[in-house]
């Protein structure tokens, strides 16, 4: 089908033609932006009927499109529409902003700002989630370059990532990180086996 979303680094492509008189050579190209990137070609002799399997492999990320044309032995031509095929194996790529909390942070602040930039041309949806030891308490997402949120939170431990899809599901692999809350200050007593020192005072005349 035509302006297909592809997710791999190869295009198929097969087509047939057939004619009464014979056909002398079927072809198909692929294209890119700018000129042919690739054609394959299959001549022999005058059969009524030819096919043409071709893979091409090895693709960069971008847009293709297809053609194939026949050509009978008169030197009649023919060619098909255009398909438009789109690759896209690239994942978005997430860049913390200086407002986000280093890995393994220790903070008195009940709260969590969580800033990034999302780098991609095709972002579907971005995702940021904060768990502690007990699973996921909450998540926020976005459909934009730019995520933003800020949590309130308690003495406890936790754990957040960002992720993120663009519209081919490609997915990130996010990175971790962990930031730990403590708002009390140590408590500290005297034990029961600590020696109390007494000190005697002596007058001394002379």
């Avoid at 190869?10 to 054609?39: C, E, H, R």
Wanted: aromatic fraction near 10%; proline fraction near 2%.
């Amino acid at each position: 089908p035509d302006n297909q979303n592809l997710t791999i680094n190869y295009i198929q492509a097969n087509a047939s033609a057939n004619d009464t008189l014979g056909i002398q050579n079927i072809s198909i190209f692929l294209y890119n932006s700018s000129d042919v990137v690739n054609q394959s070609n299959y001549s022999f002799g005058d059969f009524q009927y030819l096919s043409l399997f071709v893979n091409f492999t090895n693709l960069v990320d971008g847009n293709y499109s297809l053609n194939a044309s026949a050509t009978d032995i008169a030197n009649r031509r023919n060619a098909t529409p255009e398909r438009h095929l789109r690759i896209d194996r690239t994942a978005p790529s997430i860049d913390f902003s200086s407002l986000t909390s280093e890995n393994n942070t220790n903070t008195s602040y009940l709260y969590v700002n969580v800033s990034a930039t999302i780098r991609d041309i095709r972002i579907n949806n971005d995702t940021v989630y904060l768990s502690n030891a007990t699973g996921l308490i909450n998540s926020s997402t976005f459909r934009s370059a730019n995520v933003s949120v800020n949590w309130s939170l308690q003495d406890d431990s936790y754990t957040f990532i960002v992720r993120s899809y663009d519209t081919f599901g490609n997915g990130n692999e996010p990175s971790e990180r962990s930031i730990r809350v403590d708002t009390h200050a140590p408590l500290i007593n005297w034990t029961d086996t600590t020696m109390l020192t007494h000190l005697q005072t002596q007058n001394v005349t002379q």
